[in-house]
C-alpha cells in the first residue's frame, strides 16, 4: 500500500474541520514488519501487529477532540470526520491559545535501505537466527534457553495539518540475542543486539559480540549483589544512555512541564550537572533506530542541546504543551499508534562525547565499578529521584579489573548529585538501538538512548 | 468477514489446522490537566488475527500467524505467504481446541455501563476524581487520564470452536501535588485498572492519595541498612511476578523453571508458606475470561499449596509440547492470605521497621527473582509512630526474601492480584542515607 494516495482525502478531511475550528490536522499511519525467531526448542517466523488507520484532530480552542478509525478508506475518513465534527458541536468552542500551523510545507521522505530485506528469502533469514542461536549453544554448555529474533519495521505515516502535507517512510532492522544459562541453581539472563534503520544489512550479529554475551552471562552466574552504598564508578555507553534518558530525558518532557510534573522546568538556564555535561535528543540523527523526518504532529526533526555544559537549556515539546508554555517546538509530539495520544516523547537521547579514553577512565578507578549492560530504569522527574539497573558490574581495584562480578546492580539517587559528579567523559557515543519507552506505564514508542562511557560517584543499592 | 476467511480456510487443503478471530472495540479516552480537559478521543479499533498450522515429516508441524487490519485486503496472498512461513517453522506438534474440550462457562468480564456509554462512565470516574480532590483542600490534581474500552472478539477453528466474549476494561490515571518544604512540591502518581468503574473503588483510592501525598511533603530519606519491611497496596501488584513465571509452562518448556513438582518453591521458609494459583474465573477479575487467544476456557490452578509446587499453568501450545494438561492462559494471581493482621504486621521489632506503600517499580526479575524498587512512598514506624519516608530503595531475590514473609489476612484487588493486601519481608536491605 502507498500512503501517499491517502494525502488528498486526507486534506478534505482537514479543510471540512478547519470551517468550524481554528485548527485541525489529520495523521494516517501503516506499520508492519516480520519477526523471525529461532530459540532453543521452537522457531517462530510471524508478522508483527499490524497498525493501520487515520486519527483526525481538531483544536477548539482548549481541548484537543480527536477520532481515530482502523482504516484509511475514503468512507472512513468521511465517517471520522462526521464523527469528530459531532463531538465539536458538542464540546463547543472555547476561547484560548492559537496553535501556529507553520510554515508552509510539502516533502516526502523515505529511508533508504542498502540491503532491501524483501532480496533475502525467508529460508535466508531464518538461517541467520538459527546461526546465532546454535552458535550461543556452541558457546557454552550452561546455556538452558537461547533466543535470537530478527525483526523488520516499515512504517509509513502522512502528517495533513492545514500548511503541510508530509509523508515518511521509514525502515528499521534489528537483530537480538537472548542467553538464559543455569548451573548449581543460580540462573542468569541477558540478552544484546543492534538496531538500525536500514535493512538487511542490519539483520546481523558479530560473532564477537555473540561471544562477549555469553561470556558475560556466564560471569552473572552466581554473581553476588554489590553491598549498597556510594561507589566511585564508570559507566559504559549502553548505561550512560540509560542515565541520559531516565534523568533528564523524562524530565525535560514539556508535557509535564504543563502539569507541573517536572522540576526542571524552574531550573531551565540553570546548573544541574558538571561542566563536562553536554545531553542531547536528535531524532534527525542519521541511521538511528528511533530517528524521522518528521513527527506525529508535521513538526520537521531537528536536534535539541538539552544540557550544555552542565547547564540545563531546553525542554522537549510536543503541539499543545509548546501553545501553552509559550516555547519553541521541537519534533517530539509522538504517538503510540494513531489509537494513543500524541505527548511529549523523546527519540534518540544521548549524552555528548568528552576528551577521555574509555580505557583511561577505568584504570583511574582506584577502587569502583564498571557498570555495564543496562536494563531498565524509572523516572521520576517531579523529585529528580531515579532508578537505573544494570545486569552487571565489574569490580576495579588499582585501575584493573579484579574478576569479581556484581549482578544485578541497581542505581537510585538524585539526579543532579549524579550528573554534578560527573568527572570525565569518554570520546567516543554509543547509541543502542533496542530500546522502547513508556510514558509512565503505558505509551510504548521506539527510542534509543547512549552516550560515551562516564566516570561519576553513584548509589548503588 | 469472519465468516468469509473460515472458509477461505477450510476450503485451503495446504492447512491442517486454523483459526480466526475478530476483535472489535472501541474506547473513549479523556485527558485533563489541571481543570481543563486537555483532550478527548473517541477510537474505533478491528482486526481479523488468523492462525494456520502445515503438516510436517515426523509429526512436527509448521505454523504462522497473520492480520488483517482492512476489509478490502486480498485474502489469497496472505494466506499464500503465511503457508511459506508456516512451512519453514518446524516445531513439535500441538492441536487446536475442539468443542468438547472447552466447556463454556459465564465468566462475566463485561460491565454493562462501558458497553452502553464509555464516554459517560470516562467523565464520571473523573469528575469523581476532581471532586475528592477538591473536596480535601491543600492538594491540587495535576493530570488525570481515564480510558473505558469495550471489546467483542469471535473466535472459531478447524475444529468446530465458535465462542464469542466480551470485555471491557477501565482505566483511571491521575496525579496530585501539594506543597512541600520550601517551594518543593511533591507529587503522587496512581494508576489502577478494572473491568468496571466501581472496583476502582474512586473515592477510597484519592482520599489514601492525599494522605500519601500530604505525607510525602514533609518525608524523610530511609537510613541504609537491614530493615523490616512491610510492603503494602499499590507496592503488592508485582511481588509475586517472579513466582508467577516459574510457575507457568513456558519457564519450563524453556528450561529455565526452578520449580519441581513436590519441591519448595523457597528454601528453608521460616514464614507464612505461599499458597498461589491463577484463576481465570474470578467474577470481574481483570484477569479473568471466557476463553483465551485459542479458544480454551480458563480454570483455577493451584500452583504453589503451603508452599509447595503443585501444578503448572499451560497454556494450550505450551500443554501439547510438556504433555501436561491444558490449563489456559495465565489467569488472576489469587495468592492465599496469611494469619496475621495488618496491625500485627507493623509491630516493630528490633530492627528498623518500615510500611512501603509505592515504588518507581518493583519488577522481580523473571529468571533470577531480584528486585529493587526505589521508594516512592511509606513510613518509618516506630514505637513512637510514624514517620514519612520517599526515595532511596530496597533490594533483595523473592526467593530468598520469602523465606522470611508474612502476609496479612487482610486482602485486596489490585490489578490482577487477589492476595493479601500487605506481605511482611523481615531483614530486607534498605540503601538510602548515612
Known amino acids: 500500500m502507498d500512503l501517499r494516495d491517502r494525502k488528498v482525502a486526507l486534506a478534505a478531511a482537514v479543510d471540512d474541520l478547519l470551517r468550524v475550528v481554528p485548527y485541525a490536522h489529520a495523521f494516517a499511519q501503516v506499520r508492519e514488519g516480520t519477526a523471525f525467531r529461532a530459540t532453543t526448542r521452537a522457531t517462530a517466523i510471524e508478522p508483527l501487529d499490524p497498525v493501520c488507520g487515520v486519527v483526525l484532530s481538531a483544536w477548539n480552542g482548549e481541548t484537543m477532540l480527536e477520532v481515530s478509525v482502523p482504516s484509511l478508506d475514503d468512507d472512513a475518513v468521511k465517517g471520522a470526520t462526521a464523527r469528530l465534527r459531532d463531538l465539536i458541536t458538542r464540546q463547543g468552542s472555547r476561547t484560548g491559545p492559537a496553535i501556529d500551523p507553520g510554515a508552509p510545507l510539502e516533502r516526502d521522505f523515505a529511508v533508504a535501505e542498502h540491503i532491501p530485506v524483501s532480496s533475502l528469502s525467508l529460508e535466508e533469514r531464518l538461517a541467520r537466527v538459527q546461526a546465532i542461536k546454535d552458535r550461543v549453544h556452541a558457546l557454552d554448555a550452561r546455556v538452558k534457553n537461547a533466543v535470537a529474533r530478527a525483526t523488520h519495521v516499515r512504517t509509513q505515516e502522512i502528517f495533513v495539518g492545514p500548511t503541510r502535507r508530509l509523508f515518511q517512510d521509514l525502515r528499521r532492522a534489528e537483530m537480538v540475542c537472548l542467553v538464559v544459562m543455569e548451573q548449581g541453581g543460580h540462573a542468569a539472563d541477558l540478552h544484546g543486539g543492534r538496531g538500525r534503520q536500514g535493512g538487511a544489512e542490519h539483520l546481523t550479529l558479530a560473532d564477537d559480540d555473540v561471544a562477549h554475551l555469553v561470556e558475560d552471562c556466564a560471569r552473572m552466574l552466581g554473581a553476588e549483589r554489590a553491598p549498597g552504598g556510594s561507589y566511585r564508578c564508570v559507566f559504559d555507553g549502553d548505561v550512560a544512555g540509560l542515565l541520559a534518558h531516565e534523568a533528564f530525558g523524562h524530565g525535560t518532557e514539556a508535557d509535564m512541564f504543563v502539569k507541573r510534573r517536572a522540576k526542571g522546568a524552574g531550573y531551565l538556564g540553570k546548573q544541574v550537572g558538571s561542566e563536562l555535561v553536554d545531553m542531547y535528543d536528535d531524532p534527525s540523527l542519521p541511521g538511528e533506530a528511533a530517528s524521522y523526518f518528521f513527527d506525529h504532529e508535521g513538526h520537521l526533526a531537528a536536534p535539541t542541546r538539552i544540557i550544555e555544559r552542565g547547564v540545563l537549556l531546553a525542554p522537549l515539546t510536543d503541539l499543545v504543551s509548546a501553545t501553552y508554555l509559550g516555547m519553541a517546538r521541537t519534533a517530539n509530539g509522538r504517538r503510540e499508534s494513531v489509537q494513543r495520544k500524541a505527548y511529549t516523547r523523546m527519540s534518540n537521547t544521548f549524552f555528548g562525547k568528552g576528551g577521555d579514553r574509555h580505557d583511561a577512565l577505568v584504570a583511574s578507578l582506584d577502587d569502583g565499578l564498571l557498570v555495564r549492560h543496562a536494563r531498565n530504569g524509572m523516572e521520576d522527574p517531579k523529585g529528580w529521584g531515579i532508578q537505573c539497573e544494570a545486569y552487571l558490574a565489574e569490580e576495579i581495584k588499582g585501575g584493573k579489573r579484579t574478576g569479581r562480578v556484581f549482578s544485578p546492580v541497581i542505581i537510585t539517587g538524585y539526579v543532579p548529585d549524579l550528573l554534578t559528579s560527573i568527572d570525565g567523559v569518554s570520546d567516543a557515543v554509543e547509541i543502542g538501538g533496542l530500546g522502547m519507552c513508556g510514558k509512565g506505564y503505558k505509551e510504548w514508542v521506539k527510542v534509543t538512548d547512549g552516550g560515551p562511557s562516564l566516570r561519576l560517584t553513584a548509589r548503588i543499592a | ?434
Open chain 2, 1 to 434: 468477514m469472519l465468516d468469509e476467511v473460515a472458509r477461505a480456510l477450510r476450503n485451503d487443503a495446504r492447512f491442517c489446522a486454523w483459526q480466526v478471530s475478530e476483535a472489535r472495540g472501541r474506547s473513549a479516552q479523556r485527558y485533563q490537566v489541571f481543570t481543563r480537559v486537555e483532550s478527548r478521543r473517541l477510537v474505533e479499533t478491528r482486526q481479523w488475527d488468523v492462525r494456520v498450522h502445515v503438516p510436517l515429516e515426523g509429526g512436527r508441524i509448521g505454523e504462522s500467524s497473520f492480520t488483517l487490519v482492512d476489509p478490502a485486503q486480498p485474502l489469497s496472498p496472505e494466506l499464500d505467504a503465511a503457508y511459506a512461513r508456516a512451512r519453514l517453522v518446524n516445531n513439535p506438534a500441538w492441536t487446536l481446541p475442539a468443542p468438547d474440550e472447552v466447556a463454556a462457562r459465564a465468566i462475566v468480564t463485561a460491565d454493562a455501563r462501558i458497553v452502553e456509554a464509555a464516554a459517560e462512565v470516562g467523565d464520571e470516574v473523573a469528575r469523581a476524581v476532581e471532586g475528592s480532590v477538591a473536596r480535601a483542600g491543600g492538594v491540587e490534581l495535576s493530570a488525570s487520564e481515564v480510558f473505558c474500552d469495550y471489546r467483542r472478539v469471535h473466535l472459531v477453528n478447524s475444529r468446530g470452536v465458535d465462542r464469542t466474549r466480551e470485555d471491557t476494561h477501565v482505566y483511571a490515571e491521575y496525579v496530585l501535588l501539594a506543597r512541600g518544604a520550601g517551594d518543593d512540591e511533591i507529587e503522587v502518581y496512581q494508576s489502577r485498572r478494572a473491568r468496571g468503574a466501581a472496583a476502582l473503588e474512586v473515592e477510597q483510592q484519592v482520599a489514601d492519595d492525599i494522605v500519601a501525598v500530604r505525607d510525602g511533603a514533609r518525608a524523610v530519606l530511609p537510613a541504609t541498612g537491614l530493615a523490616d519491611v512491610v510492603i503494602a497496596d499499590a507496592g503488592v501488584e508485582e511481588l509475586f511476578d517472579a513466582f508467577v513465571a516459574h510457575a507457568a509452562g513456558t519457564a519450563r518448556f524453556e528450561g529455565w523453571s526452578r520449580f519441581e513438582p513436590g519441591a519448595h518453591v523457597v528454601d528453608g521458609a521460616r514464614g507464612d508458606l505461599l499458597t498461589l494459583a491463577s484463576d481465570a474465573t474470578v467474577p470481574g477479575g481483570l484477569g479473568s475470561y471466557a476463553f483465551d487467544d485459542v479458544g480454551c476456557s480458563g480454570r483455577r490452578v493451584d500452583c504453589v499449596v503451603d508452599g509447595v509446587f503443585r501444578e503448572r499453568a499451560c497454556d494450550r501450545r505450551t500443554a501439547c509440547w510438556l504433555g501436561l494438561p491444558t490449563t489456559g492462559a495465565w489467569g488472576n494471581t489469587v495468592v492465599a492470605p496469611g494469619r496475621s493482621s495488618m496491625d500485627e504486621l507493623l509491630t516493630p521489632g528490633e530492627r528498623p521497621l518500615f510500611l512501603l506503600t509505592r515504588f518507581s517499580q518493583l519488577s522481580p526479575h523473571a529468571t533470577t527473582g531480584a528486585f529493587a524498587g526505589e521508594i516512592r512512598a511509606g513510613y518509618r514506624l516506630d514505637r513512637g509512630g510514624r514517620t514519612p519516608v520517599r526515595g532511596g530503595s530496597i533490594s533483595g531475590v523473592v526467593f530468598d526474601a520469602f523465606a522470611r514473609a508474612r502476609f496479612s489476612a487482610e486482602t485486596a484487588t489490585r490489578g490482577r492480584l487477589h492476595g493479601p493486601r500487605a506481605v511482611r519481608l523481615d531483614q530486607l536491605q534498605v540503601t538510602g542515607g548515612g
